[in-house]
């Protein structure tokens, strides 16, 4: 099995940062993508920031420039460091993870837990 533990949300005024944290960990062959999305309330999941196990990233226009995600591979450890965060960036942040596990031949995705990110303004 695989588990995902995210860290760093809470209550920020607008304009603050905040980083968060996702490490995996279990029967864990290889990673590719990891990546965090976001859903508030009464909307959709989407996808925030995304990088590939060869460093690719991709971003939601909303936080291009001003959220980085950053990988560290050896921790299987992806991070979102917000910055100039914004009352619409509220909203509940997962971290996702697609990987093989040992003894699999198929990659899968992994979810976390959420991790609540509210801004005031």
């Known amino acids: 099995q695989v588990q995902l533990v995210e860290s760093g949300g809470g209550l920020v005024q607008a304009g603050g940062s905040l980083r968060l944290s996702c490490a995996a960990s279990?029967?864990?062959?290889?990673?590719?993508?990891m990546g965090w999305y976001r859903q508030a309330p009464g909307k959709q999941r989407e996808l925030v920031a995304v990088e590939t196990s060869g460093g690719s990233t991709n971003y939601a226009d909303s936080v291009k420039g001003r959220f980085t995600i950053s990988r560290e591979n050896a921790k299987n450890t992806v991070y979102l460091q917000m910055s100039s965060l914004k009352p619409e960036d509220t909203a509940v942040y997962y971290c996702n993870v697609d990987l093989r596990e040992i003894m699999d031949y198929k990659y899968h995705s992994v979810w976390g837990q959420g991790t609540l990110v509210t801004v005031s303004s």
């Open positions: 279990g029967t864990i062959y290889r990673i590719n993508a």
